[in-house]
């Protein structure tokens, strides 16, 4: 309530993600506590005339990764092209006057494989839950450390694994008929998971 009486028109709600050089485990939500934010971020859409971003989750509340989906993915302030912004690794750059942006994003072998290999696996995140995977793909695409400090394949090996926002059986449906719409047609893994449950 405050935040709309302050104007404010929309808010991102983003569960924490223990990597990088200073990781706070004990910050992590637990599965319940996840299960909760859940619960709490579709109630408020229901109720409330602010809207509310998150990014996991479709219409009916099963999990996704959405640079798995190629939905998303991120560029940092040096114009390297990575999965996420938790994903701290590159292969391509926006610099590259070679090849088009589009062409970045979609030609991308590194990309391609990513997302391959997170759909395979998860529909939760890969740091979390198999820190391993990533570490593998990231050696076989030679993809640069693309953070400032120069010390995320360290970072990367001593995460230990955690669990997500995939909980297969806690699946909490849009209630608000505007996001149900929106993400079902918008915001969805457009077919990428099919055939990996």
């Known amino acids: 309530d405050k935040l709309i009486d302050m104007g404010v028109m929309y808010c991102w709600y983003h569960i924490y ?7 706070n485990p004990e910050l992590a939500l637990s599965p319940e506590e996840q299960l909760r934010a859940r619960k709490f971020v579709v109630d ?12 996991y989750f479709d219409h009916d509340g099963t999990a996704l990764c959405p640079a798995a989906t190629g939905l998303s993915h991120h560029i940092n302030p040096w114009g390297d092209i990575e999965p996420c912004p938790v994903i701290q690794f590159a292969t391509d750059s926006i610099h590259d006057r070679s090849k088009t942006l589009k062409e970045k994003f ?12 997170v759909q395979q696996n998860t529909r939760g995140c890969i740091i979390l839950e198999r820190p391993d995977l990533l570490e593998d793909l990231m050696k076989k695409h030679g993809a640069k450390d693309s953070t400032f400090r120069k010390q995320a394949m360290q970072e990367l090996q001593n995460l230990e694994t955690r669990t997500s926002q995939y909980s297969p059986g806690n699946e909490v ?20 998971y099919a055939g990996t449950d």
């Open 44 to 55: 408020i859409r229901a109720r409330k005339p602010i809207g509310v971003i998150d990014a």
């Open 17 to 23: 993600r223990v990597a990088g050089p200073e990781p």
């Open 173 to 192: 449906p849009e209630k608000s008929w505007v996001y149900r719409i929106a993400k079902k047609f918008f915001f969805n893994d457009f077919g990428v």
């Open 106 to 117: 979609i030609g991308s072998e590194f990309l391609k494989d990513f997302r391959h290999v």
